[in-house]
């Protein structure tokens, strides 16, 4: 079982600091669709800030119990998956909740880092194992050390054939449940 | 030699009704930030429309010639492949302007038709066949019949395990230059 989380603290900025990074409606619909596509369980949208979460239940209440979920019952199917949590440690107990065991962690990185996973081993870990599993993404400039080093994994990073590593947070999480659990 | 093109008109609504649909500052970043990632040549946002062709032109304006690059220079680099053309005849002619041929022209869509070209055969295509190729992408719900119909074939729908299919645009460009390009 799979579940997602857009991690928005603690993340980079651009000159390496530690940052809250905004809530995005772009984030919550886009991610949640292609979620909801590979069958991801539960889609986490992490944020500490209290008026952060009441925004973006805001923009996600527009979608499930407004209006446009009336016109577009899509984007409320796919927003029903999503959940928004304080921290990474109040998601990991909701799974445990859901599915009685703790998840495995694991990050996705534009960097290469020393102990990181390949695509296949972690498609076969997917398949083969019937832990649940937790795939965290940074906004910003991506995750701080300090979450990282509470995963027990890193992907390797997404390439293609040129050294410009720069996708949006919504393009790779798009691409790495593609690569995971595409046909 | 890959080239990439967002349709804005003509695409559908959810009604089936053909319209034009408005460019998004989202797109062109979030598509030029992956067709740069994988190589592609340049990508075409099509909009026959002079105030949203001006409307494209300010929004990349301010990273390729503003303060936007200066701070963000990934952001510059990845604009700088974005070209505003009036239609897919154009972005044809401009192609065959910079390769000296035509391109082969493949859509993507969520449907599928009749004579869908399956990823493993697409990406062998690209492999062996030295023409240029063009990739389409309709916004909104997808393309009208009227451009299909130039196409040289459809690529299959993008498929996880579940019966959902409504990924954003930005997703479905990213997975399928990932499926096609992607190492």
């Not at 390949?118 to 979450?147: N, V, Y």
């Amino acid at each position: 079982m799979i579940f997602v989380a857009l991690i928005h603290y603690p993340v980079l900025n651009r000159h390496g600091d530690v940052i809250n990074s905004a809530v995005t409606n772009l984030d919550m619909h886009d991610i949640s669709r292609a979620a909801r596509t590979y069958g991801v369980k539960r889609y986490y949208v992490v944020t500490p800030l209290p008026d952060q979460q009441q925004l973006a239940a805001d923009l996600a209440g527009h979608w499930l119990h407004g209006t446009g979920g009336e016109k577009n019952p899509d984007r409320k199917n796919a927003l029903g998956i999503m959940k928004i949590t304080d921290s990474l440690e109040s998601a990991v107990a909701d799974i445990a909740g859901i599915t009685g065991q703790k998840p495995e962690i694991y990050a996705t990185s534009a960097m290469e880092r020393v102990k990181s996973v390949s695509w296949e081993e972690m498609r076969e870990k997917i398949k083969q194992d019937d832990r649940p599993f937790l795939l965290i993404f940074g906004t910003a400039s991506g995750l701080a050390d300090e979450i990282i080093e509470k995963t027990d994994g890193i992907i390797s990073p997404i390439k293609g054939p040129t050294e410009y590593n720069h996708l949006s947070v919504r393009s790779a999480a798009s691409i790495t449940l593609d690569r995971l659990l595409g046909r």
